[in-house]
């Protein structure tokens, strides 16, 4: 059984990048047979899908926030990353990483919480 653990730090001030990072355990990210994103859900508000990586490394990002996203991974240690720059208060969200399966995310970390604030 697939297991997703976010970690990172929970207060990051304006203009500073964020970063957080998906540990996971129970499926190798390198299995062709799926996709991995970081999805967020600010207060209030609906999901909002961040970005993608693929089993072979290639990345697909969300137009609106294509600008300040990177996803990268590490195989090593089967974990990926976000790196979210130039944040403002409006990035105060849940963060989520998932396992995408046909273009639907079919499992979730339990999600993190990052609050932009001075």
């Known amino acids: 059984q697939v297991q997703l653990q976010e970690s990172g730090p929970g207060l990051v001030k304006p203009s500073q990048t964020l970063s957080l990072t998906c540990t996971v355990s129970?499926?190798?990210?390198?299995?062709?047979?799926?996709?991995w994103s970081w999805i967020r859900q600010p207060p209030g508000k609906g999901l909002e899908w961040m970005g993608v990586?693929?089993?072979?490394?290639?990345?697909y990002y969300s137009p609106s926030l294509k600008s300040r996203t990177s996803i990268s991974r590490d195989t090593s240690k089967n974990m990926f990353s976000l790196q979210l720059s130039s944040v403002t208060p409006e990035d105060t969200a849940v963060y989520y990483c998932?396992?995408?399966?046909?273009?639907?995310?079919?499992?979730w970390g339990q999600g993190t919480q990052v609050t932009v604030s001075s």
């Open positions: 129970g499926e190798s990210i390198t299995n062709n047979d799926y996709a």
């Open positions: 990586i693929h089993y072979d490394g290639s990345t």
């Open positions: 998932a396992r995408i399966s046909w273009r639907v995310p079919r499992d």
